[in-house]
């Protein structure tokens, strides 16, 4: 019997073995382990690959005029205002409830304008703010003795102040009109009287850009007042404007589109009509903005512009004394002490 | 042990009888003659009592023509036992070698990818396509899709979940009614895009946030920086992303898609039918129609379907409240959540859906001012009554 057991204990082993054994060697024979996957391609994911391209930063303002003293009457339409709270407001369309649209700058009323106007004081020019109908004075009184008026919002001018610009522009005021996305239709109502007009839309470009298709390049079409020394700015929101018997000063690439017919092409984005110069976009005055590519020197060619020349023949006689006059009789009554308060607004 | 010395077993009835009564190694006081009747009628159970007797008695072997009988008697049996035990075997084994047969040849992974696309979404997606390559079984993989998008880095990780799976198996992806944006960018890896035709968001590719805006002084952070970055910044990070998001569709899709970079850049949402023709999608169909493909390029004729739904119909990255009337809405913790810093990847179908109501995300109307917020929001909800009403 014990010979048969150490058989039995002999031939279990061989036998448990052989099957363990050609398990171990099966499994390394025939298993792979997991497939092999092929790496993520990354090399799309380095920054150089995908940064977009932008326009140069660290521009300046500066101002080449050496005029005396002018007054610059600014008007900024009825935005908030506040530290850091408000953005400029882009609507997109015409009609009873705008979409609006950021473009995506800190707007304020006033912040929105501060490298022009820090521009012409330091050079030696006075600005004064024109808040609406609700301010102390009326338009028509500050343009009488203005040489110059800027509004980024010409829709926000009610018909009497409208009437009065018209008047000042006539007479030879150098009028700034900025107008953004949206305000086709109170441009046009602002500037038919001058062959100026806006068409609806905005323009945009996806391929030439500053880093965002909104951010149009915009470049000189000529070499004028406004354009002098300006290769290229940017516009955060631009719209198209146009004018009868004239040429745009500043157009978009050939790239850009413009939003309603999406069709290719150069568009006009700003124009002159004699002392009146339109811009389809105001973000380019923005602190933000002011450095980046030439908008710095556009600012100063604007701000040259709207202090050079004569001072305007305006007389708001009648109609302009009278309807602002009386609504606010003590407004229209005391211009003269006026001037100093706003100039203090404006460093505020 | 009893095959070994054949010759000497005797182990047949007729001579046990005479020969073993007398030495009878079992128990002495049995009574004798009751052995043969009881070795008769139970032969068999005493068939290894009856094998060793004559070798425990030494007796001598049994003559030639005896043996022979004697062992072709028992071959008979030991073949006989032998049948009866290789059928029990057989019928052991025959089921698994019917099934293993018969059974499928692998199996196609259906995968959900639905609603917002959070960390969830991605644990879902990416966990299911590991085990597929895991698992030997499976052999093909189907995207279930039915998303407008949501984070961008999450889509990141389920586009390339999606890619490595792509590069060992068959990965078919089928769009119901959204495959856009966040979903478009994890489908994109796929191998081949079914869409319905009547699918309403293909595509999307690009971000959305609020718009770029600076922030004022806060003496609570300690930098300028760290309530956001400036705008020009923003601006700039935004456009990475979307950059980020373009370049992979056309690393994955861009033999298939005709449009030009350009275009893609656009960010459209196109049909389903739209999207066959323009490149964004390969061909018509649905899951079923995704997964016999699927199986047939894995070359699987016959296979099993395995769905992996996502557990919970509810997203967990993104804080969710249901209201009394059982709508569900982000909660007002979502706010912090989203951000003006987060860009999302999310087509404007499902734009309500991913960052709800209550949050003020206007992707395409930018932020408003502060002062201005409550005015807006007035006219905002006249004029949303107001389109309600016309909706009615």
């Keep these: 019997m014990s010979v048969d057991l150490r058989t039995t204990v002999g031939a279990f082993a061989l036998v448990f073995l052989a099957v363990v054994g050609v398990a171990a060697v099966g499994g390394v024979v025939l ?9 993520v391609a990354d090399d799309h994911w380095q920054l150089d690959s995908v940064e977009p391209e932008t326009v140069s930063e ?34 997109i369309e015409d009609g009873d409830a705008p979409a609006e649209a950021d473009i995506g700058t800190l707007g304020g009323v006033r912040r929105g304008v501060t490298p022009l106007t820090a521009a012409l004081i330091e050079n030696g020019h006075e600005v004064r703010f024109y808040g609406g109908i609700t301010s102390g004075e009326t338009l028509p009184s500050m343009l009488s003795d203005a040489d110059a008026f800027v509004t980024t919002s010409p829709g926000a001018l009610s018909a009497t102040d409208a009437d009065a610009v018209e008047s000042f522009v006539d007479a030879g005021g150098r009028t700034l009109v900025t107008s953004d996305p949206g305000g ?29 298709y909104l951010s149009v390049l915009v470049e000189p079409t000529e070499t004028g007042s406004l354009t002098e020394g300006v290769e290229r700015v940017v516009f955060r929101g631009a719209a198209p404007v146009g004018v009868a018997d004239g040429s745009a000063t500043l157009a978009t690439a050939e790239t850009s589109r413009l939003s309603t017919t999406r069709e290719a092409g150069s568009y006009g984005v700003a124009v002159r009509s004699d002392s009146l110069a339109v811009i389809g976009d105001s973000s380019f005055l923005e602190p933000e903005n002011a450095g980046r590519a030439d908008n710095g020197v556009l600012i100063g060619n604007v701000a040259d512009f709207l202090v050079t020349g004569e001072a305007p023949d305006v007389s708001f006689g009648p109609g302009g004394a009278v309807p602002p006059g009386g609504a606010v009789p003590p407004g229209g009554a005391t211009p003269p002490p006026e001037p100093t308060e706003p100039s203090g607004n404006a460093t505020a | 042990m009893s095959s070994e010395d054949p010759p000497s077993e005797p182990p047949d009835e007729s001579t046990d009888e005479p020969i073993d009564e007398p030495t009878d190694d079992g128990d002495p006081t049995t009574p004798t003659g009751s052995s043969a009747p009881a070795d008769r009628s139970a032969p068999t159970a005493e068939r290894t009592a009856a094998t060793d007797r004559p070798t425990a008695t030494d007796r001598p072997t049994a003559t030639d023509p005896s043996a022979s009988v004697l062992d072709r008697i028992g071959t008979r049996h030991a073949v006989g036992v032998a049948a009866v035990l290789a059928v029990a075997a057989g019928l052991l084994v025959a089921p698994g070698v019917y099934g293993a ?5 692998g ?59 792509a590069s060992v198996m068959p990965v078919y992806a089928a769009v119901d009614t959204l495959g856009a944006s966040g979903a478009y960018l994890a489908i994109a890896p796929a191998d081949r895009i079914y869409v319905a035709p ?36 923003q601006r700039e990070r935004r456009q990475t992303l979307a950059n980020l998001f373009i370049e992979n569709v056309i690393e994955q899709r861009g033999d298939e898609i005709e449009l030009d970079r350009e275009a893609i850049a656009h960010a459209d949402a196109y049909l389903g039918t739209e999207a066959v023709a323009n490149g964004f999608a390969d061909r018509f169909g649905f899951v079923d129609g995704a997964v016999a493909d699927a199986a047939a390029e894995a070359g699987m004729e016959d296979y099993a ?21 059982g709508t569900i809405v982000v909660a007002d913790g979502g706010e912090e959540e989203l951000g003006d810093g987060l860009v999302l990847a999310v087509a404007p179908e499902a734009w309500d859906e991913t960052v709800g109501d209550d949050v003020v995300m206007t992707s395409y109307t930018g932020r408003l001012p502060a002062d201005g917020a409550a005015a807006e929001t007035t006219s905002d909800e006249d004029s949303a009554a107001t389109n309600g009403g016309e909706g009615a």
Excluded: C, W
Excluded at chain 1, 60 to 76: G, K, R, Y
Excluded at chain 1, 77 to 83: E, F, N, Q
Excluded at chain 2, 305 to 325: C, K, N, Q, Y
């Design chain 2, 101 to 105: 047969v018969t059974g499928p040849d």
């Design chain 1, 31 to 39: 298993d792979g382990g997991p497939p092999e996957t092929d790496a």
């Design chain 2, 107 to 165: 199996t196609v992974a259906v995968i959900e990818i639905d609603g917002t696309i959070d960390s969830g979404t991605a644990q879902h997606v990416e966990d299911n396509l590991r085990d597929a390559r895991m698992n030997d079984s499976i052999e093909a993989v189907v995207l279930e899709v039915d998303s407008g998008g949501g984070l961008p880095a999450q889509s990141e990780r389920m586009y390339a979940a999606v890619d490595r799976t």
């Design chain 2, 305 to 325: 379907v395995d769905t992996r739904r996502t557990e919970s119909p509810v997203p967990a990255g993104i804080p969710l409240l249901e209201r009394d009337d």
């Design chain 1, 184 to 212: 086709a239709g109170a441009l046009t109502d602002f500037g038919s009287p001058f062959g100026v007009y806006g068409e609806a839309g905005y323009v945009y470009d996806m391929e030439n850009n500053d880093a965002n």
């Design chain 1, 58 to 91: 660290g521009g300046a303002v500066e101002m080449e005029s050496t005029e005396p003293s002018n007054v610059v009457v600014v008007h900024l339409g009825g935005g908030t205002t506040g530290l850091g709270g408000g953005t400029s407001i882009l609507p």
């Design chain 2, 198 to 233: 009547s699918a309403q968001a293909v595509g999307s590719v690009g971000v959305a946030g609020t718009a770029p805006a600076p922030s004022g002084p806060n003496a609570g952070t300690t930098g300028p920086d760290k309530r956001g970055s400036d705008p020009d910044t």
